[in-house]
């Protein structure tokens, strides 16, 4: 969901969404630089529902802020391995709709596999082998 919203907002953002975005993702990525993970993550909300509000998708935009909700209040924050916000912005910007679908592709990933690291992210993906399988895995 992520990518379509970032293809979506690169054909339809206009400059002043872009540099919209551009002060959102500057900001993130330098309280992500200071260590500040709770405001980091208050911002970061904000520009994920910016691309999908610009993409004009609020189904996508629902998504996203459903699968945020987990995401950002269960991973634990270590700012050398932050998936960074301004190359999706730069990406955006070139109006590409391939650019900004590769560089949001990137940024969750990193964001997934940092995730997956932490225990947090251990336990859920338990849980959610668990209802696929229907036992208890240890």
Same mark, same amino acid.
């Given at each position: 969901l992520e990518v379509e919203s970032a293809r979506r907002c690169a054909r339809a953002a206009g400059p002043a969404d872009v540099e919209r975005? !551009? !002060?959102?993702? %500057? @900001?993130?990525?330098a309280l992500m630089s200071e260590n500040r993970p709770e405001e980091s993550r208050a911002l %970061?909300? =904000?520009?994920h529902e910016a691309v999908a509000e610009i993409a004009?998708?609020?189904?996508? @935009?629902e998504e996203i802020e459903r699968s945020l909700v987990v995401l950002l209040t269960r991973m634990e924050f270590d700012p050398a391995k932050a998936s960074r916000h301004v190359p999706i912005v730069d990406a955006i910007a070139t109006g590409d709709p391939e650019a900004a679908e590769r560089a949001m592709r990137r940024?969750? %990933?990193g964001a997934a596999t940092q995730f997956a690291e932490t225990k947090s992210g251990r336990? %859920?993906?338990? @849980?959610a082998l668990e209802s696929i399988s =229907?036992?208890?895995m240890t």
């Open positions: 975005l !551009r !002060r959102q993702a %500057e @900001r993130i990525d %970061e909300w =904000g520009f004009g998708c609020p189904i996508i @935009r940024h969750c %990933e336990q %859920e993906a338990v @849980r =229907g036992s208890v």
